[in-house]
C-alpha cells in the first residue's frame, strides 16, 4: 500500500463547475501538507502549503486538511479552462535523519469550457 | 527574483553513457532537492542537498549521484545509463531543507535514453 493514494482521474468538469481533487494517507507522522499543479511539460507549481488541520483560502483554491481522517482536499471554485493540469498532492514528515517529502500520483484536471 | 533553471532542457543519451543535469536554485535557497518523474511511478525522491550536505536520499541505485556548491548550484550525475532512466528530471529549491518551508521547482530535463 503507497503511503499517499491519489485517484489518477482524469476528472472532467465544465468550466465554473466546483472542483474537488483529494489524497488520502496511512502516515500518521505526516505534518506539512501541499498542492501542486503541473501543466504539460512543465515543471510542478506550488499552490498551497499547510501545516494544521482546517481550511487554507487562496483565491479560488481552498485547501482542507483532516488529521484525523488521513484525509487532505483541494476545492477550486468557479473552474477555468486553465486550470486543466495534473494536481500533485505532497506531505512531509519531519525526521532528524532528514525531511521526508512524499508525492501522490497526481490526479489529471480537464475543464471544458 | 528569478525561478529555479535546469540545464539542458532536453537530452538524448545511449545506453551505458553517462550524463550529468545543472540546477540552479532561487537566490537565497539553501536546500535543493531532485526527483525523478515518469508516469508510471509520478514523482520519486532522488536526494536532497542543503548547504552542500546531502540530507536524504531516496531509494534509487548508485548510479545516481549528486552534490552541491558553496553556491547553492546543484548537478545530478547518472552513470552508465539505462532505458529505463528515461525521465524527467526535476529539482527543487526551499530556504529551509524540504518540507519546512516552501518548495519551488524548476522546469526540469527530459532525459531520453535509447
Known amino acids: 500500500q503507497k503511503e499517499v493514494e491519489q485517484d489518477p482521474g482524469p476528472l472532467s468538469v465544465p468550466e465554473g463547475a466546483i472542483v474537488s481533487l483529494n489524497c488520502t494517507y496511512s502516515?500518521?507522522?505526516?505534518?506539512?501538507f501541499m498542492w501542486y499543479r503541473q501543466y504539460s511539460r512543465k515543471g510542478p507549481e506550488l499552490l498551497m502549503y499547510t501545516y494544521s488541520s482546517g481550511n487554507k483560502e487562496d483565491g479560488r483554491f481552498t485547501a482542507q486538511v483532516d488529521k484525523s481522517s488521513k484525509y487532505i482536499s483541494l476545492f477550486i471554485r468557479d473552474s477555468q479552462p486553465s486550470d486543466s493540469a495534473t494536481y500533485l498532492c505532497a506531505m512531509s514528515e519531519r525526521r532528524s535523519s532528514g525531511d521526508k517529502l512524499t508525492f501522490g500520483t497526481g490526479t489529471r484536471l480537464a475543464v471544458r469550457p | 527574483k528569478a525561478g529555479v533553471t535546469q540545464t539542458p532542457r532536453y537530452l538524448i543519451k545511449t545506453r551505458g553513457q553517462q550524463v550529468t543535469l545543472s540546477c540552479s536554485p532561487i537566490s537565497g535557497h539553501r536546500s535543493v532537492s531532485w526527483y525523478q518523474q515518469t508516469p508510471g511511478q509520478g514523482l520519486q525522491f532522488l536526494f536532497e542537498y542543503f548547504s552542500e550536505t546531502q540530507r536524504n536520499k531516496g531509494n534509487f541505485p548508485g548510479r545516481f549521484s549528486g552534490r552541491q556548491f558553496s553556491n547553492s548550484r546543484s548537478e545530478m550525475n547518472v552513470s552508465t545509463l539505462e532505458l529505463g532512466d528515461s525521465a524527467l528530471y526535476l529539482c527543487?529549491?526551499?530556504?529551509?531543507?524540504?518540507?519546512?518551508?516552501?518548495?519551488?521547482f524548476g522546469p526540469g530535463t527530459r532525459l531520453t535514453v535509447t
Open positions: 502516515n500518521s507522522a505526516f505534518q506539512y
Open positions: 527543487a529549491s526551499s530556504l529551509a531543507p524540504s518540507g519546512r518551508s516552501e518548495q519551488y
